[in-house]
């Protein structure tokens, strides 16, 4: 449970693949200007990123080592297809507002580093675990900056009126740039509190030390 446990505190947070390894910001562009369609698609990119790890860790054995990266692609290609058709059928005016956005899924950079980092090397169960922290991570900061950005720019929160009609709309941020602002501002609150985290845990004095 310990490593479990491990995994979840750096894929969420200490290591998390947005705000420290810099990955996936292509998406928080798209598609961050509505909370609903940020929801399914980070949704989305979490349930493939967990079955590509548990199905690339099952067959880790099987696969030659000069073929795996195609072998990853082409597992991750299927989730991602299923995942198209999935909410083609349930959700239609959401897969037509995310286009192609869904298929790019495929190149996202933190499915495939997951897959090459971790589930090459481990076990299914902890594998899938890795992949659904992951994908945790990436939800927590994209669902963050939708909710200001749809928030600010339209007043509303899941399509919801919120704010008064009186108040002014920012109209930058239903552009792309915007997302840019608000994941910086992001990245450095983050940033910050884990540095100063790590400050105040080296500036600790140890058990045996006098004040």
Same mark, same amino acid.
Do not use: H
């Given at each position: 449970?310990?490593?479990?446990?491990?995994?979840?505190?750096?894929?969420?947070?200490?290591?998390? #693949? !947005?705000?420290?390894?810099?990955?996936?910001?292509?998406?928080? =562009?798209?598609?961050? &200007?509505?909370?609903?369609?940020?929801?399914?698609?980070? %949704?989305? @990119?979490? =349930? !493939?990123?967990?079955?590509? &790890? +548990?199905?690339?860790?099952?067959?880790?054995? =099987? %696969? #030659?080592?000069?073929?795996?990266?195609?072998?990853? !692609?082409? @597992?991750?290609?299927?989730?991602?297809?299923?995942?198209?058709?999935?909410?083609?059928?349930?959700? #239609?005016?959401?897969?037509? *507002?995310?286009? $192609?956005?869904?298929?790019?899924?495929?190149?996202?950079?933190? %499915?495939?580093?997951?897959?090459? *980092?971790? /589930?090459?090397?481990?076990? #299914?169960?902890?594998?899938?675990?890795?992949?659904?922290? *992951?994908?945790?991570?990436?939800?927590?900061? =994209?669902?963050?900056? *939708?909710? +200001?950005?749809?928030?600010?720019?339209?007043?509303? @929160?899941?399509? %919801?009126? !919120?704010? $008064?009609?009186?108040?002014?709309?920012?109209?930058?941020?239903?552009?792309? $740039?915007? /997302?840019?602002?608000?994941? /910086?501002?992001?990245?450095?609150?983050?940033?910050?509190?884990?540095?100063?985290?790590?400050?105040?845990?080296?500036?600790?004095?140890?058990?045996?030390?006098?004040?």
């Amino acid at each position: 449970m310990s490593d479990f446990k491990k995994i979840l505190k750096n894929n969420f947070w200490l290591e998390n #693949p !947005v705000i420290v390894q810099i990955l996936g910001i292509c998406s928080t =562009l798209a598609v961050t &200007n509505n909370l609903r369609n940020t929801l399914i698609m980070t %949704i989305g @990119v979490t =349930l !493939v990123t967990a079955l590509s &790890n +548990f199905t690339i860790s099952a067959m880790r054995n =099987l %696969i #030659p080592r000069k073929v795996r990266m195609i072998t990853q !692609v082409l @597992v991750i290609s299927f989730y991602v297809i299923m995942v198209d058709i999935v909410l083609r059928a349930y959700v #239609p005016d959401v897969s037509k *507002a995310l286009g $192609p956005y869904v298929g790019l899924i495929i190149t996202n950079c933190i %499915i495939m580093g997951r897959a090459e *980092a971790f /589930a090459q090397g481990n076990r #299914p169960l902890i594998s899938f675990w890795d992949g659904f922290t *992951a994908g945790l991570g990436y939800m927590f900061v =994209l669902v963050v900056v *939708a909710f +200001f950005r749809e928030l600010l720019g339209f007043g509303t @929160v899941l399509g %919801i009126q !919120v704010l $008064p009609a009186s108040f002014p709309k920012w109209t930058i941020m239903v552009m792309p $740039p915007s /997302a840019f602002f608000v994941l /910086a501002s992001f990245i450095w609150i983050a940033r910050e509190m884990q540095i100063k985290k790590d400050i105040s845990k080296t500036s600790q004095p140890s058990g045996g030390e006098k004040k």
